[in-house]
């Protein structure tokens, strides 16, 4: 038997960050491209891009830096502000799983189950 938990971000009611878009993100920064990290996460172009510009409007700073298409294509790159977000919310990621992991073991194997 094991816990699963979620974490996201909100901002007035309306989702910031969470799984889905850091995958998102850490795919753009694999790939410096939106369109195949899409791909990769089985979500539209569209959708994709709908889901950076509400970040970048609710956190407050850019988290992509695009180059248009052209003789040597185009791309995305995260930005350093969008990096340390990303190491951030995975560190509190990790903390809230050992806390919640911690209180699933003290309830649950103190109670012989």
């Given at each position: 038997m094991e816990i699963k938990s979620k974490l996201w971000i909100e901002f007035g009611g309306k989702p910031v960050f969470g799984r889905g878009r850091r995958f998102l993100l850490e795919a753009i920064d694999k790939y410096g491209s939106i369109n195949q990290?899409?791909?990769e996460?089985?979500?539209?172009?569209?959708?994709?891009?709908?889901?950076?510009?509400?970040?970048?409007?609710?956190?407050g700073f850019k988290l992509i830096e695009r180059q248009?298409?052209?003789?040597?294509?185009?791309?995305?790159?995260?930005?350093?502000?969008a990096k340390e977000f990303l190491k951030k919310y995975e560190e509190l990621e990790l903390g809230i799983r050992e806390i919640v992991d911690e209180r699933f073991r003290k309830i649950f194997k103190d109670n012989g189950l």
């Amino acid at each position: 038997m094991e816990i699963k938990s979620k974490l996201w971000i909100e901002f007035g009611g309306k989702p910031v960050f969470g799984r889905g878009r850091r995958f998102l993100l850490e795919a753009i920064d694999k790939y410096g491209s939106i369109n195949q990290a899409a791909k990769e996460i089985n979500i539209s172009y569209r959708k994709a891009w709908g889901y950076i510009k509400a970040m970048e409007e609710r956190l407050g700073f850019k988290l992509i830096e695009r180059q248009t298409g052209g003789k040597n294509g185009g791309g995305a790159t995260l930005t350093d502000e969008a990096k340390e977000f990303l190491k951030k919310y995975e560190e509190l990621e990790l903390g809230i799983r050992e806390i919640v992991d911690e209180r699933f073991r003290k309830i649950f194997k103190d109670n012989g189950l």
